[in-house]
Nanobody
Framework: QVQLVESGGGLVQPGGSLRLSCAASGSIFSIDAMGWYRQAPGKQRELVAVITSGGRTNYAGSVKGRFTISRDNAKNTVYLQMNSLKPEDTAVYFC????????????????WGQGTQVTVSS
């Protein structure tokens, strides 16, 4: 059993900032990549940012320079610092993690959080 619990979503004005957190817990042996995805009404789910266990990052072009992904391996937690928010950033944000469980250490399993709503509006 692995659970990803997200927090930090909410309503913010354009130009404001939010920080999302996602903590993984359960029978975790190790976590490889962790990432944030988002989905707005009428749109496909898209990758926002991803970070590997070694700290390499990739960002969607629409958020590059405004968002920063980071992780705390000791806490099994990934963060997404969102600055200069725009109405176009409004979406449900999902945390994702590729996990090796204690029971099955040789295979990666992809887990998802429940999603947290981010609304950017005046």
């Amino acid at each position: 059993q692995v659970q990803l619990v997200e927090s930090g979503g909410g309503l913010v004005q354009p130009g404001g900032s939010l920080r999302l957190s996602c903590a993984a817990s359960g029978s975790i042996f190790s976590i490889d990549a962790m990432g944030w995805y988002r989905q707005a009404p009428g749109k496909q789910r898209e990758l926002v940012a991803v970070i590997t266990s070694g700290g390499r990052t990739n960002y969607a072009g629409s958020v590059k320079g405004r968002f920063t992904i980071s992780r705390d391996n000791a806490k099994n937690t990934v963060y997404l610092q969102m600055n200069s928010l725009k109405p176009e950033d409004t979406a449900v944000y999902f945390c994702n993690a590729d996990v090796r469980t204690i029971a099955v250490r040789t295979t990666l399993f992809s887990y998802w959080g429940q999603g947290t709503q981010v609304t950017v509006s005046s």
